[in-house]
Each structure stands twice: as C-alpha cells, then as structure tokens.
C-alpha cells in the first residue's frame, strides 16, 4: 500500500450522469494530483493542488471539476462525460520541498462512459 | 508534446537474467529523472531517481544510467524476478514531469 487510496475503484456512467471519484491520502503530504492514464499513451496531468490551492489545470475540459477540501482529500467530479474519457483516473501526492520529485500514486479508478 | 518515450513496448526477459529498459528524452534542460513501475491493477510505483549531476545511480537490484550527451536513459535490473513483470515508464523534469509511454516487461519462465 502507498498509503493513498482511491474509492471507487471502478465506475460506469452513462454520458448525462453526475459521479465524483474520491482520493484520500495518509502521508501528511502538502501537494495532490489527478492524471489521466489512457491505454498505449503516457500519464496526462490533469490538475495539481498545492496547500489545497489549485496551482495548476493542464487545460482540462469543463466537465471535469476538481476540489480540494483539505491537504488530505482530493475529488475529481464528473458531468456529461463523453466516451473517450474513459480510462484510469489516477491521484498522487507529494510532499513539496523536500528535494525529491517521488509522487505516491493510489491504485486509480477504472472510469468506463456508455 | 511528448518528449519522452521508450525504445520498446515490449521486452521478454528469462528468469534470471539481467534486463535493461531504455528511454530516450529530448529537453536539455530536464535536471531530474524518475522510474515508475506499474503492475497490473496498481497504480505506479516508485523505483529509483536520478539527477542531472550524477551519471549512474543504484538500488537495490537496479540501476539508473543517465548519459546526457545523447539523452538517453536507462533502468537496469539484476537477476530478473516473476515479480518485476510491470509496465515500466521514465519521468523526466524540468518545470514540470512529463512521463513517457512505458515498456512492458515480460519475464519468461
């Protein structure tokens, strides 16, 4: 266990559902991060949240909503997703400032939109 | 666009046997450079980083070589193990990580 979970851990949605995918981590780590991992292509950022402010949003369409209640918790919600969002929705955190770039990653959410 | 990737997406190595996986990137400029490895149903993992300063770096059972005149780097892991079959994916820094497509790992019996 890299001491970040991911609930659900899969999900089918149709394209006119609204669902949210929660990301908790136990590391007492300051910075959080969505990717996007779709098959045969590199992991895409999706936003990263520093001290729980968003600091970045690799111009990620409307229709994904993140939220960053505390330091600790991470959600990503979803409305009126189209087919090709379908993939592995990873989470990571890292502790910011202490010289190393490692992310711990969570096991991902299997996203499949009908 | 990418400026990572890997040489193969597939590798098929004997039990045993030393396996070298490679990547190739293409900003100058990145100063750190991470390995992942991603088993089935996981999500990535850790294994060894290294910076721009430093040539080779080493773990426990694998090595980073990083040669910066043909940007090139590679993961090599000692006595191949069952255990090490993953889908393994270099990161590289400069303002942000980028991360390539990965290589999947196959160990034979």
């Known amino acids: 266990e890299t001491g970040v979970t991911q609930t659900p851990r899969h999900l089918v949605m149709g394209m006119t559902n609204k669902k949210s995918l929660k990301c908790e981590q136990h590391?007492?780590?300051?910075?959080m991060y969505w990717y996007k991992q779709s098959a045969k292509k590199p992991l895409e950022l999706m936003f990263v949240y520093n001290f729980k402010e968003q600091t970045e949003n690799n111009s990620v369409p409307s229709r994904f909503s993140p939220e960053c209640p505390n330091s600790s918790h991470l959600f990503l919600h979803l409305h009126t997703l189209q087919p090709e969002d379908s993939a592995l929705y990873l989470c990571?955190?890292?502790?910011?400032?202490?010289?190393?770039?490692?992310?711990?990653f969570g096991p991902g959410t299997r996203l499949t939109v009908l | 666009g990418e400026s990572v990737g890997l040489h193969l997406p597939t590798l098929s190595v004997q039990e045993g046997d030393n396996s070298i996986i490679n990547c190739a990137y293409s900003?100058?400029?990145?100063?750190?450079f991470i390995w992942y490895k991603q088993e089935s149903g996981k999500g990535p993992q850790f294994i060894i980083d290294i910076r721009s300063n430093m040539d080779k770096r080493q773990g426990q059972r694998v090595t980073v070589l990083l040669n910066k005149t043909v940007k090139h780097l590679s993961l090599q892991i000692a006595a191949t193990q069952p255990g090490d079959s993953a889908v393994y994916f270099c990161a590289e820094k400069d303002d942000k990580i980028i991360f390539g497509k990965g290589t999947r790992l196959h160990i034979l019996p």
């Open positions: 990571a955190s890292s502790q910011p400032g202490q010289g190393g770039y490692e992310q711990f």
């Open positions: 590391l007492g780590h300051n910075a």
């Open positions: 900003n100058s400029a990145s100063d750190y």
